[in-house]
């Protein structure tokens, strides 16, 4: 950051500063954090920022919306061809966000709403009693079989047919393995709900065709777009058949929000177009296989993993049995200068506060260029933290391998950095 940034604001440029060393000296394991791209960064904070486009292209509450208009159609024409749905409503500020706003508009307060259970991976906007999706909608919930803490089918349609529910959501934060949307789907169809998927953390690897598509099962899907989809943070897509085109853009305007953030919309553009180069594949591929062999140094090194691995970018660690708790693993690996988050696993026996789990993912630390025999010895590394009774040692190793392998090392590796050409074929 130049000088005149500090004339300008010395407080925050030297917060700025100091956030900057920050990211670069440690390294994120955190699954739902990403690196955008410099082009994306470049468009975030554009002259598209003070402009209200209040409405939508066509439709605006202002006037002098000629170039907005013609950004937001590129903005969804593009989410619609990266992930081939019939309709895509780029305005929501977050997922957080279109998940309520898209309750409030499709369900009424009586209907019942069906989810994967928090604590078996779930997010909180799918009916948590601590949020409004929770107190403002009735709720049955399903989870992970305690075999193989994987989803169980038969379980949930059970679950289904008992409660009837009016939409079936499924996709979570800190469920490891994929979802059956196919399975999903004929659950719904028997039940005659609706299948809503919530793709926010793995919403890349689709964008990247490292995993299956919950299209054309999927009637709604909302994504974060900062996670795998390695985007600006703040933004929220919903991608939907054209059937509920028009009630999905009523909920998020006027149904919820007003004027969207013209500037984000830019940079969401750009994004919508570098998932669809070659290069973002080779990134979505190089990010499961980097999480396998993160698994592989994990496994090998002694630590216990939920559902035994992990078939995305996410892995959580089973910590109960090494007797200590995510909390106290999360300040350990923060001494070593990684970072990631305590969590709670399925059938947990400490508070969510503490937690009997650790959460944590491929994506940022792949965008940033570590390879597979990084990740293993990574996996290698964290293990002997969590497993050794007087650790010090072991913090201290981590933490010298951290250094040796971030010296000079950009946040967006300039191998994953799409030429203008490529982004616009
Ligand atoms: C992260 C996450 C969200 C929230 O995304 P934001 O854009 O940060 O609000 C919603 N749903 C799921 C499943 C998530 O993992």
Redesign the pocket.
Known sequence: MSDDSCAVDCDVSNLVRLEERRQLDQISLVA?ENYSSPAIRAFEGSIFADKNAEGYPGKRCVSGCEYADQLEILAIERAKSAFGCEHANVQAM??????FAIMTELFQPSDRLMAMRLQDG??L??GAPFHASGRNFRWCFYGVSRTDEQLNYDEVRSIALENRPAAIIC???SYPRLIDYEKMDQIAREVGALLWV????TAGLVAGRAIPSPFPYADIV??????TLRGP????LILCKSSFAQQIDRSIFPGLQGAPKMDLIAARAVLLAEVQTSRFQEYAKAVLLNAKALERGLVYAGATLVSGGTSSHLLLLNLLRCGVTGNEVETSLLEARVVANKNSIPFDTIPPSKAGGLRIGSAALTTRGFDEAQFFELGVMIAKVITSASNHARIADLRSFVKQNTQGLPLFNRKWVVGGREAAE
Do not use: V
């Open positions: 739902s977050s997922a957080t966000i279109a998940n779930g997010h906007s799918h996709g979570g934060s919530d793709l926010a953390h909302t994504t974060s777009t900062h996670k943070r703040g933004g929220g």
